[in-house]
């Protein structure tokens, strides 16, 4: 492929992530994946851990963060941050029509959806009504108010549209869980843990020793959002073999325990077809950021867990049987993580 210009500018991106958030390497990199696969993610992990920082991150590199932007008459935020309360209505994402005693007619307020990013933060605390509002606009890229469609997206002027929501891990009382069908529409579930060694950990609090401001406001613009639609055209562009198509192939299939009975005994239920397309549209941008204009079996391998892990329905006996073993929310990661390896080895 040769490295574009595009690409150039987004590994920039990537290192200005590195310089606001210290470790979290694949995280990182799998939601640059996702946003150059035209997906949406979904950010799972306890509080505290840079998971709102590391989106607003990503907005200010590229020059988004605090800026308001007009596309076709419309005005859009370079980030919105949604809290997700049980009191949150449909139109409070969207928008909705206001009366205007001036004018004596209805106007359009038009809601925090309309942004390039938006943080969509603890989405399993509003009502399944709200959440499919977002869901609906997510998968559409359009809301309508009153009678007029406006959309989030506009490729030939730059403007993107990019979901992340963040949920916690530990299930609460009085909570939505997201139903698996809808689920299926992040096109990953990025898992955040602890940092991952002492060292992480000393190297967070470094970074913000002796410091007023958040290191955030260091991160520089790097690239531009048309940068972020040409990357998305290329990833497009990525090629993939029969062989590879056909490693896909049977990856979605072999987590269903009907075509593998030993999958079974992790698994419930497997992945849909539209989960295989975000395995392969993930697989496209993976390999595009290792610069490479084709699809390899381990750019697959290596997104498999990141585009399957919230699609699968883990076998509740299994989790409790993990769940005496130690460790409470990180069993249900556990048997889904096993579950998909049974599936990689069967395949290879
Ligand atoms: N890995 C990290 N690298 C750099 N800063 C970090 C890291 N983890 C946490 N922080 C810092 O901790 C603070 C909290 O981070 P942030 O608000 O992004 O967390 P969060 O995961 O969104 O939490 P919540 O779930 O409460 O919204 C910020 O000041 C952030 O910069
Ligand atoms: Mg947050």
């Known amino acids: 492929m040769g490295t574009s210009s595009s690409l150039t500018r987004i590994k920039k991106v990537l290192e200005a992530l590195d310089r606001s958030v210290i470790g979290y390497r694949l995280e990182k990199k ?10 949406h993610v979904l ?21 988004l963060l ?14 919105s941050r949604i809290q997700f309360t049980p009191d949150l209505m449909p139109s409070d994402v ?15 307020r038009l809601g925090p959806i309309f942004a390039y990013f938006v943080l969509a933060d603890e989405i399993n605390r509003a009502t399944p009504r709200t959440q499919s509002a977002l869901l609906e606009a997510m998968q559409e890229r359009s809301v309508t108010i009153g009678n007029k469609t406006y959309f989030l997206e506009d490729r030939s002027r730059g403007k993107f549209f990019f979901v992340a929501a963040t949920q916690n891990p530990v ?8 139903p698996e069908a809808q689920l299926d529409r992040f096109v990953t579930r990025v898992v955040m843990g602890y940092p991952e060694s002492v060292e992480e950990e000393r190297e967070i609090l470094k970074l913000h020793e002796g410091r ?18 040409r990357a998305q055209d290329e990833v497009v562009r990525v090629k993939v073999s029969e062989e590879v198509l056909e490693h896909v192939t049977l990856l979605t299939r072999l987590t269903r325990p009907e075509f593998l009975p030993q999958v079974g005994e992790f698994f419930e239920l497997g992945v849909s077809p539209r989960g295989g397309i975000h395995l392969l549209k993930l697989s496209k941008a993976w390999a595009y950021l290792s610069g490479r204009g084709e699809v390899r079996k ?24 993990y769940e005496e073993e130690g460790g409470r929310f990180s069993a249900r990661y556990r048997v889904i993580r096993e579950g998909l390896e049974v599936v990689r080895k069967a395949v290879s």
């Open 171 to 178: 299930e609460q009382e009085g909570t939505y869980p997201l």
């Open 66 to 79: 605090g800026e308001k932007v007009t596309v076709n008459g419309v005005e859009f935020s370079g980030f």
């Open 94 to 108: 969207t928008g909705s029509l206001v009366f205007n005693p001036r004018t004596r007619d209805f106007e359009p």
């Open 30 to 39: 799998i939601v640059v994946a996702s946003l150059l696969a035209r997906g």
């Open 43 to 63: 950010l799972e992990g306890v509080p505290g851990i840079a998971k709102t920082t590391l989106v607003r991150a990503l907005s200010k590199s590229l020059g």
């Open 298 to 321: 381990e750019d697959v391998n290596a997104m498999l867990f990141p585009a399957f892990n919230h699609r699968v329905v883990p076998r509740l006996e299994k989790v409790v049987e």
């Open 212 to 229: 007023i401001e958040e290191p955030l406001q260091e991160v520089m613009k790097v690239a531009d959002p048309e940068d972020v639609i």
